[in-house]
């Protein structure tokens, strides 16, 4: 069921941003980007991700990349 108040994203769109999230993630793993540069990018899709019904997906997201940052790198990722 849904509200009108639920707002949803695309499916589309979030397939082009899981599609390019796994190459950044990739470059950012091999070095080729930097940790800046990959969490700026991650944090402009989360402002426009926040203006629909999607803190379960940030929040999988972010526990992603936190759990990648444990294996390799000791870093933090603020949330929303």
Do not use: P
Not at 31 to 52: N, P
């Amino acid at each position: 069921m849904l509200f009108y108040y639920h707002k949803l994203l695309r499916k589309s769109n979030k397939r082009k941003f899981e599609k390019r999230f796994n190459q950044k993630l990739e470059s950012y793993e091999n070095k080729v980007t930097s940790y800046e540069d990959f969490l700026q990018s991650l944090q402009g899709w989360f402002g426009y991700a926040m203006w629909a019904d999607t803190y379960k997906l940030r929040k999988k997201i972010i526990g992603k990349i936190e759990t990648d940052n444990q294996k390799n790198y000791k870093c933090t990722l603020n949330s929303y």
